[in-house]
């Protein structure tokens, strides 16, 4: 393979890793939020600090669509496009990688 080849492939994985990290640290971030959702547990606030970031935006900007529905869907909407990141732009650099390894 060529260095840009490897460069790209890394990259990809590197992407894939930190995908599948945030996706399970989101799942956490439900299911705390299910449980106990005023702990005061440090895994718990690592993992309310690691997520707001990402979904304070999303919820801003649904609660102007949505309302007031009490029921929180921005993880959804993070999951959906953490689906389609994986999907395409992590396919798409390996597939670059490959066909640069020809």
């Known amino acids: 393979m060529t260095p840009l080849a490897n460069l790209i492939s ?4 590197v992407l894939d890793i930190a995908i599948n990290l945030m996706f399970l640290v989101l799942l956490a ?3 705390i939020s299910w449980v106990q959702p005023a702990t005061k547990h ?3 606030q690592a993992v309310y600090t690691v997520t ?9 900007f649904m609660s102007k669509y949505t309302g007031s529905l009490g029921i929180d869907l921005s993880p959804i909407v993070v999951f959906l496009a ?3 990141i994986q999907g395409f732009v992590v396919r798409t650099l ?4 490959l066909s640069l390894a020809i």
Do not use: G
Request: zero cysteines.
């Open 10 to 13: 890394a990259l990809a994985q």
């Open 29 to 31: 971030r439900v299911i």
């Open 42 to 44: 440090p895994v718990s």
């Open 52 to 60: 707001e970031p990402v979904l304070f935006p999303i919820r801003r």
């Open 82 to 84: 953490l689906i389609f």
């Open 94 to 97: 390996q597939q670059m990688a």
